[in-house]
């Protein structure tokens, strides 16, 4: 089994801490390779950002495709940037990780809460419960209010305010549960469930072993209705390139 995660910001040692992550987590036969898109945000913490990054997502998605053998996928940012479009463009199961983590949080505790990077971003997190159904699950989404890469320049001080959001978390929202809101934690969800004492949900793990149930399963992503195949036709421009692109491409 064959999966791959793609960051969808172009940020090399952040896919590496990535990467990291879920390969420590694979099961017995799973390889676990990582990619991030050749241009784009460093680091995605707007719409605009993540617009930008989920053309990087598809392009990255198209390049699986054409090196043949890729099982499943999982877009590792909390935001599941072009998770839908990525999801057309292949047979095999596209995970993203905010989708994945809301799915594991509710099997362990009736509610949980959010722990993200910034408030801006949390805004993003809410339309994806609304959108996702989870939104009855979720209690509050806190903010530690640090850059996305402070988790990589800072990381000291990016997990003390991360720690003690959890804590407020735990102590003020009635939850049993958190859900980390950013694939740059990927690489503390031991830590900070020590420091807290409620599970904590990261969510490219959590798409990680999801994905491993998929693809055991022998379940791909339908190719009926509006995840069918794009429908070839012209691209102009910076995307000429993507004109009549036929899909799916044969190793």
Known sequence: MHIRIINPNTTASMTAAIHQAAQQHAGPGTTVSASQPDAGPVSIESHFDEVISAVGVAEEVLKGEREGGIDAYIVACFG????????????????????????????????????????????????????????????????????????????????????EECCHARDEDGIGAIVLGCGGMANLTQQISREVGLPVVEGVTAALKLAESLVSLGLHTSKYGDLAYPRPKAFTGKFSELSDLALPFKS
């Open 80 to 163: 599941d940037p072009g998770l839908l479009a990525a999801r057309e463009l292949t047979s095999a199961p596209v995970i993203g990780i905010a989708e994945a983590a809301f799915h594991l949080a509710t099997l362990v505790s009736t509610r949980f809460s959010i722990v993200t990077t910034l408030g801006r971003t949390g805004i993003i997190a809410e339309h994806l419960l609304q959108q996702y159904g989870f939104s009855h699950h979720c209690r509050r989404i806190r903010a530690a209010e640090i850059p996305v890469l402070d988790l990589e320049h800072h990381p000291d001080a990016a997990f003390k305010r991360i720690v």
